[in-house]
């Protein structure tokens, strides 16, 4: 059983940046594909980004394309999002999830972390 803590979220202005971190329990963290997804109030959840077990291949949505990015660190067993120039329709609760391969459907993960705030004000 992997688990999974997100931290970094917060409070910021439109054009400001956080970075999100996702740790995972277990080093066979190293095995999984990651990904970050998020939710808005009333809205279904989303993808926003994945990454390959390696580290090698990255995956966004359009959204988070030219302004957020993925790494990992198998070292540290942890998976990061770099978020920069935030909008309000940012604002979500942010979950990393844990998957066998990458896929950009949240119904294939199997170990998802508690969620992180992200509210960006305009």
């Not at 359009?62 to 540290?76: C, L, V």
Request: proline share 2%; glycine share 12%.
């Amino acid at each position: 059983q992997v688990q999974l803590v997100e931290s970094g979220g917060g409070l910021v202005q439109a054009g400001g940046s956080l970075r999100l971190s996702c740790a995972a329990s277990e080093r066979t963290f190293r095995s999984y594909a990651m990904g970050w997804f998020r939710q808005a109030p009333g809205k279904e959840r989303e993808f926003v980004s994945g990454i390959s077990w390696s580290g090698a291949s990255t995956y966004y949505a359009d959204s988070a394309k030219g302004r957020f990015t993925i790494s990992r660190d198998n070292a540290k067993n942890t998976v990061y999002l770099q978020m920069n120039s935030l909008k309000p329709e940012d604002t979500a609760v942010y979950y990393c999830a844990a998957a066998d391969y990458f896929t950009y459907t949240g119904g294939s993960y199997h170990y998802w972390g508690q969620g992180t705030q992200v509210t960006v004000s305009s």
